[in-house]
């Protein structure tokens, strides 16, 4: 079976394997590319990493674009 991949979008949530200091695992996505920028929900630090590390580090997607339309 070939793995699975997932696709990640601007403005969408996921949750990461580590929490950040701040207590949060909820990431929304500022920017895709080779490199991905992050904004924590927890407290608004922003980190840019590069893609394959990001994919590495999701845990689950939480929230679809089109889902989040009240932020
Ligand atoms: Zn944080």
Do not use: Y
Request: glycine fraction near 8%; aromatic fraction near 6%; hydrophobic fraction near 30%.
């Amino acid at each position: 079976m070939a793995k699975e991949r997932l696709t990640f979008e601007l403005n969408q949530v996921v949750e990461l394997k580590k929490p950040h200091p701040c207590g949060s695992k909820s990431w929304k996505i500022l920017r895709t590319g080779i490199d991905f920028g992050l904004r924590c929900e927890g407290c608004g630090h922003r980190i840019l990493i590069p893609r394959k590390d990001f994919e590495r580090a999701v845990k689950r997607i939480l929230s679809d674009p089109s889902s989040d339309l009240s932020s």
